[in-house]
């Protein structure tokens, strides 16, 4: 069992950055795909960014390529979503997941995931 906490949202302008934090329990973290989702009102959950357990291999959202960066800390149990240019449009809530492969195809589908965290309020005003 993994239990994933998101930090970092807030209420920022265009233009502005934020760095969104996903905390994992457990010792096998590195064992773990991850990913960001993020849900607008009235919109479905999609898929923002992914990365692998190592890190060594990312995949974006054409939305936000370009502008924001997924990484993540092994030894922290911590995966990171850096926000550049932040645009009104990214407003929605920001999920973290965990899938139990190291990596998958599917990384951009709600259902390759098996773990999700509360999530975190972004809020971009123009």
């Known amino acids: 069992q993994v239990q994933l906490v998101e930090s970092g949202g807030g209420l920022v302008q265009a233009g502005d950055s934020l760095r969104l934090s996903c905390a994992a329990s457990?010792?096998?973290?590195?064992?773990?795909?991850m990913g960001w989702f993020r849900q607008a009102p009235g919109k479905e959950r999609e898929f923002v960014a992914a990365?692998?357990?190592?890190?060594?291999?990312?995949r974006y959202a054409d939305s936000v390529k370009g502008r924001f960066t997924i990484s993540r800390d092994n030894a922290k149990n911590t995966v990171y979503l850096q926000m550049n240019s932040l645009k009104p449009e990214d407003t929605a809530v920001y999920y973290c997941?965990?899938?139990?492969?190291?990596?998958?195809?599917?990384?951009?589908?709600?259902?390759?995931?098996?773990?999700w965290g509360q999530g975190t309020q972004v809020t971009v005003s123009s």
């Open positions: 990365i692998n357990w190592s890190g060594g291999s990312t």
């Open positions: 997941a965990a899938m139990r492969g190291r990596w998958s195809g599917s990384y951009d589908k709600l259902g390759a995931y098996d773990y």
């Open positions: 457990g010792r096998t973290f590195r064992n773990y795909g």
